[in-house]
């Protein structure tokens, strides 16, 4: 067994690939591991790109497309790490997160999943570990206005653990699917990510899954940098999916209206 399998999910995201690749390589030095991508029907050459430059990846390339979810669990099948690291491929891998990680799930025996803290790509914090989603807090982030959001600032900071969850280690109900660092046996347990939603939810789900059998905590001395395009996921068509699997998510987990 080697000690971590990396997980990748790219859909026309070339250029990104382009950062993300050497910097995971840099940072897998010393670990013994293997990466897997699943191409989602690209059309700007992300799968020649990594065929041509990094051909010790394990690439699976789709006909059809499939769900955020779906793509992680064709990797899953195939890995052969103690650890699991889901990702996007729009990450950028600060070294030495990657050891830190593994280090610290090693001395972690009882967690399950874990999280770096994420940062943005002028070094400033992204608050993406938070509490379990419900109605009135999905409205706030969705539909109040930047300048309004000032009244529910209390609630909105605690949603986003903005007081404990990024200082110290500490128990995170809801790790963003962004970068997940997951050990393999409990996610095999928990039969992977629910592939019913094709984007959004599939992280929460899983975190809940596992919490029926492990911890999720967050690792804040690991560092990495998310370089997501908010504006991409303003489309009408975007938030019907994120409606479909909200609604999908709450018939599954039960309503919380605050």
């Given amino acids: 067994m080697i000690d971590l399998s990396v997980s990748i999910v790219s859909h026309n995201s070339r250029s990104d690939l382009e950062l993300l690749m050497p910097s995971l390589k840099k940072a897998l030095t010393g670990i013994s591991s293997e990466v897997l991508l699943v191409d989602n029907c690209s059309s700007d050459g992300a799968a020649d790109f990594v065929r041509s430059n990094y051909p010790e990846v394990i690439l699976t390339e789709n006909s059809v497309p499939c769900g955020y979810g779906a793509n992680h669990n064709k990797n899953l099948k195939q890995v052969r790490g103690k650890y699991v690291l889901f990702m996007n491929s729009d990450m950028v891998i600060m070294p030495p997160a990657l050891t830190l990680l593994c280090d610290f ?92 939603y094709f984007l959004y939810f599939e992280d929460v789900d899983l975190c809940r899954k596992v919490q029926k059998i492990a911890l999720t905590m967050s690792c804040p001395q690991a560092r990495v940098v998310h370089r997501w395009e908010r504006s991409a996921h303003k489309e009408l068509k975007w938030f019907i999916v994120f409606v479909q699997s909200a609604v999908r998510y709450f018939n599954k987990w039960g309503y919380q209206f605050f």
């Fill in 105 to 196: 799930m090693d001395r972690n025996t009882h967690v399950g999943l874990c999280c770096p803290n994420v940062l943005n790509p002028d070094g400033s914090l992204q608050y993406l570990n938070k509490n379990y989603p419900n109605l009135f807090d999905l409205m706030i982030r969705r539909f109040v206005p930047g300048a309004a959001k000032s009244v529910f600032k209390r609630r909105m900071d605690a949603y986003e653990l903005r007081e404990s969850g990024y200082r110290r280690s500490v128990l995170v109900p809801f790790v963003s699917g962004c970068f997940m660092f997951c050990r393999t046996g409990v996610i095999q347990q928990v039969n992977g990510f629910d592939e019913r």
